[in-house]
């Protein structure tokens, strides 16, 4: 069974709070008994684990001419973890082709 933690504050303390419904279907709603926010499973897959300073921060390096294993040991660095592949995803996914 995966682990679920919540997408805001990462803690994996939660209560099940009914659920929510939409046109197409009902989502159990999850109730984080840490920072008392609501969220869906669907919440969890959607949201990006790192925040937009960190993607920026990771593309930036990989654009500045570091090598994707010294971007990735940079950021951990920084306190994130992040692989080398997640980073050339987010370059490929953020930046345009007429800027690399
Ligand atoms: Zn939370």
């Known amino acids: 069974m995966q682990k679920i933690s919540c997408p805001y504050c990462k803690s994996n303390k939660m209560v099940f709070r009914g659920y929510r419904y939409n046109e197409k279907s009902k989502k159990r709603l999850r109730l984080c008994k840490s920072c008392g926010r609501k969220f869906t499973l ?29 971007a990735k040991l940079r950021m951990e660095r920084e306190g994130v973890r992040v ?9 490929k996914k953020y930046t345009k082709p007429e800027d690399r």
């Open 42 to 70: 669907r919440n969890v897959y959607f949201r990006m684990r790192f925040s937009p300073v960190e993607i920026k921060r990771a593309v930036s390096l990989y654009k500045k001419g570091f090598s994707l294993a010294e």
């Open 83 to 91: 692989s080398r592949w997640t980073i050339l995803k987010w370059y």
